[in-house]
């Protein structure tokens, strides 16, 4: 990994001496606006909501690409150093980021939002708790509205000639992820039963820790497995039946099968449920947003509590 990473900076020093052909494939500076590099999804679309024209805004990870599979490349690398302002997570799947960091000017500002929300680690289909800090911080409204305030921040400090456009958004943009929440603890409030199914792995710890869910999956967090045991497909094939849970969610980016399995030998259906790591392109295309996103799981999360 450290190979990987000397090789990088090696091609970013020889690009950054180069001629105009490394630029066309970098972010360009204009005059009065911030260059802002996000590295997934929801970031860079709260950064957008709370920018506006004001600034040029990259999203590291592109349209489509499966979000744990992402590796920067040289042109990313420029982007991040002339960035004024570099947003990313933090924890396991972020190293990289980390090594990035480590060597940028002082000038480049850098937003860890890891760091800004309570945390928690991973849970094992067991409920067991692991080692792991799970990194899908915005998967809950609540620590959206937190992410977001702490984006509008850094952005105020760096535009004071557009602070007053700035806030205005910003307070905009948090009525609507506010909206949001209640949204969602209204439906949980009223529902009529308290557990959700996930044939998949299972990135929304925040969220149901936000809104007192209980849950099964057949994958911890992120997990890299592609199969659950047959232990867990039996564990869960009876908590559908016994429990008549009628749906069983599958994630963005998934193959569908393992709920597909579970939907077989009962009256539940798949649904998709929005992860919001990454959108696809035609999401993307479009103009589908975080909250648009999420306003489609509000959907799904209160047809599978009732």
């Known amino acids: 990994m450290k190979k990987l990473f000397a090789s990088f900076f090696v091609i970013l020093i020889i690009l950054s001496l180069a001629s105009c052909n490394s630029k066309d494939k970098t972010m360009s500076k204009e005059e009065g606006k911030l260059n802002i590099v996000a590295t997934i999804f929801p970031y860079y679309d709260f950064v957008r909501n709370l920018t506006g024209d004001k600034a040029n805004v990259k999203m590291l990870l592109s349209p489509g690409v499966e979000p744990h599979h992402y590796e920067p490349s040289p042109s990313d690398i420029i982007d991040i150093n002339n960035a004024d302002l570099f947003i990313y997570t933090g924890g396991e799947s972020d190293e990289w980021a980390e090594t990035i960091v480590e060597s940028l000017d002082s000038d480049v500002r850098v937003l860890k939002l890891i760091d800004t929300v309570k945390t928690y680690n991973e849970e094992e289909t067991d409920k067991t708790v692991g080692d792991e800090t799970d990194e899908h911080i915005w998967t809950s409204p609540r620590n959206a509205v937190e992410i977001t ?80 045991g047959i232990a867990t497909v039996n564990h869960l094939i009876d ?43 035609e999401d993307y295309n479009n103009g589908e947003t975080y909250i648009s996103l999420m306003k489609e799981n509000a959907k799904a999360i209160k047809e599978a509590l009732n």
Do not use: W
Request: aromatic share 12%; net charge negative; glycine share 2%.
């Open 149 to 228: 305030k702490n984006i509008s921040r850094e952005i105020n400090l760096l535009d004071e000639n557009n602070r007053d456009y700035f806030k205005e958004n910003s307070k905009k943009y948090l009525s609507q992820l506010t909206e949001l929440d209640n949204e969602f603890k209204n439906i949980t409030k009223n529902a009529k039963r308290n557990k959700i199914v996930f044939g998949d792995r299972f990135p929304i710890l925040y969220f149901v820790k936000e809104y007192n869910l209980d849950y099964e999956c057949a994958f911890p967090g992120c997990s890299s497995e592609t199969e659950p």
């Open 239 to 281: 908590t559908v039946k016994e429990e008549k849970i009628p749906v069983i969610f599958y994630l963005d980016f998934s193959n569908q099968a393992v709920a597909n399995l579970l939907c077989e030998d009962s009256n539940a259906k798949p649904m998709l449920y929005h992860s919001c790591h990454n959108i696809t392109q």
